[in-house]
């Protein structure tokens, strides 16, 4: 693995290692990952120049893959993305970049904020819970993520974007779901200071939300 040059005095404290040294938009995500980094409106007090200069990110290139941020080892932060999604012709799509790095990157100033309070403890005692819950649960702090970044304008998935994907399908399949299963949803996305405890609260009140007729 080669440590990739850092390319100017704006990003010198930011080391970003890539398994494909000679990716042709490497300098292109750099300055997105820094650009975030620096601006991220959620990460005022979070994201400090120290905290900055002391982080390692490690991108991982794979074919197929979703964006993903593990934060576990901090302050090492591993990226795992396809960069293909982001290619057009041979342009790469800063905006699309951004957007997704904002979402990620809120999971670092979550996971930092003490007020938002989730340990390493609390998180493997929720995902114990039951089989689905941790999907569920990481389902709902993906919603609380995008619902503060929509209202400042940072637009990565929409409420109904949520909707339609997780209920969707069983909808096509001829299952109903409770209204106020939707409204439990509606807090997270509508929430600017939960904390984990309550998001694993919410989580249990939704428990099964989906029923047949």
Not at 17 to 39: A, E, G, K, P
Request: charged share 30%; glycine share 4%; with cysteine.
């Amino acid at each position: 693995m080669e440590f990739i040059p850092r390319v100017n005095p704006a990003e010198e404290f930011l080391e970003i290692y890539l398994y494909d040294s000679q990716y042709r938009h490497t300098n292109d995500m750099r300055s997105c990952i820094s650009s975030v980094l620096q601006n991220h409106k959620l990460g005022t007090s979070i994201i400090t120049p120290e905290m900055i200069k002391n982080l390692r990110i490690k991108l991982l290139l794979k074919s197929g893959v979703n964006i993903q941020i593990g934060c576990r080892q901090y302050p090492l932060i591993l990226l795992w993305l396809d960069p293909a999604k982001y290619e057009q012709d041979d342009l790469f799509d800063k905006e699309l970049f951004m957007k997704h790095l904002y979402h990620e990157f809120t999971h670092l100033i979550d996971r930092r904020n003490p007020i938002f309070g989730i340990t390493e403890r609390k998180e493997q005692n929720a995902e114990n819970l039951l089989s689905d819950f941790k999907y569920l649960l990481k389902d709902l702090w993906n919603l609380y993520i995008d619902g503060r970044l929509w209202r400042r304008d940072i637009k990565v998935k929409s409420f109904k974007d949520y909707m339609d994907g997780w209920f969707g399908k069983k909808l096509a399949k001829g299952w109903c779901i409770d209204s106020d299963v939707i409204k439990l949803y509606k807090k997270a996305w509508n929430a600017e200071k939960l904390t984990y405890a309550r998001l694993v609260s919410l989580a249990k009140k939704i428990g099964n939300p989906l029923r047949t007729n």
